[in-house]
Each structure stands twice: as structure tokens, then as C-alpha cells.
């Protein structure tokens, strides 16, 4: 953890013989910390690279190809980072708390493993967690399967180009549902409920 912070010894992380992480901590920022190292411990290259994808930094880092420059090209023009710098103050304290204790969790990691880190690789900042979110959910709302070119396709009536196969794997526009029934419902009417893991 950050120094005197203590939220290392306030957290213990158990693995099932499966591996699967059990994390026991006496704060939500202790958990979210051990959350952060168990993390770390099971892909630290991919947790880094979603911290890199939040700065809109992956062709300065993972290489100048055509698909990182696209991705940050489109990050920056979401305004991402400079959302989740300029808001974060607006977060309730106990929850930047939280984001504070993963952030320092991913920072322990790096400093107990110098090993699987690169000399570029900077610490971890509480702006950089929420920017890695803020760009996930962004990207996945307004950019998969064409969506924006489709709403504006059938916004000018040109709804040839927004056909279902043009999103690709996009097109079904959702990873979960959850429909019920109104007998089921405390209002009496139908619910569909569309990715609601977001």
C-alpha cells in the first residue's frame, strides 16, 4: 500500500484450490486493494494494459499500429480521461476511498514484482482506475456495432447502411437480458432489463 496507509495488513486474500480469489478485509478500500492484487497476481500485464487504455496512451506504449491509434483517437474524442479527472471530486468520499485502495493494491503489486513490470510503466493513480472504466463503458455504449453511424443513418433516413449484419458481432446489442413478466412485477407491467451488469 501507499505509505501509512495500511491497507495491506488489514486484508487477507485465500485461494480455493481452483484458484479463485476469497479476499477478507476490514474496509471497502482494504477489499477493493486485495481485489486490485488478486488482479494483479492473475494478469497483471492485461490489468496495466486497461490503465494504458484509460490514459489513451496504447500507441505510445504498445506500439504505433493502426488499431491503437484508432482506439486512442476515439478515447480522446470521448473524452474519457479528462471526464474522469474533472468529475472525480464529485464521487461520494467512501467510494474514492475505494478507488484509492485499488489503486494502491495494483501499486503494492508493482513494487513487490519489479520483475513483471517495464521501466515506462508509472504508478497507478486513482484518475487512471476510473478512466479505465469510464473508457470501457464508453466505448462498449457508443461505439460497438456502429451504433452512433446507425442512429444517425436512421436519423436521415438512410436505413439501408443500418442493417442488423453490419455490427458484426455487435449486432445482437447486448450480452445479458432479463425480461419478466407482469405477474412477477411489483407495478404489474412487463420488465426487460438489457445488459443490466452495467
Known amino acids: 500500500a501507499e505509505p501509512g496507509s495500511g491497507l495491506a495488513e488489514q486484508v487477507t486474500i485465500r485461494r480455493t484450490d481452483y484458484g479463485v480469489p476469497h479476499i477478507l478485509a476490514d474496509t471497502e478500500a482494504a477489499a477493493a486493494y486485495g481485489f486490485a492484487w488478486a488482479q494483479c497476481e492473475d494478469h497483471f500485464p492485461l490489468m496495466y494494459k486497461a490503465m494504458v487504455r484509460g490514459r489513451s496512451e496504447l500507441s505510445l506504449r504498445y506500439g504505433a499500429t493502426e488499431a491503437h491509434i484508432e482506439y ?15 468529475t472525480y471530486h464529485l464521487l461520494p468520499a467512501d467510494y474514492r476511498g475505494v478507488i484509492a ?8 503489486y508493482m513494487a513487490a514484482h519489479p520483475e513483471e513490470t517495464e521501466p515506462w510503466m508509472t504508478p497507478v493513480t486513482a484518475h ?11 466505448r462498449f455504449t457508443f461505439l460497438r ?22 455490427g458484426g458481432e455487435d449486432g445482437a446489442f447486448g450480452s445479458k437480458a432479463i ?8 407495478s404489474g407491467r412487463a420488465m426487460l432489463l438489457n445488459n443490466p451488469h452495467q
Open 128 to 138: 487512471d482506475v476510473v478512466a479505465a472504466w469510464q473508457v470501457a463503458i464508453m
Open 179 to 186: 425480461a419478466l413478466m407482469p405477474s412477477r412485477t411489483a
Open 145 to 166: 456495432g456502429n451504433i452512433i453511424g446507425r442512429f444517425v443513418a436512421a436519423m436521415t433516413e438512410e436505413r439501408a447502411a443500418a442493417s442488423a449484419d453490419e
Open 101 to 108: 485502495g485499488f489503486a494502491a493494491g495494483v501499486n503494492a
Open 72 to 86: 486512442d483517437l476515439q478515447t480522446r474524442q470521448l473524452r474519457s480521461r479528462r471526464t474522469a479527472v474533472e
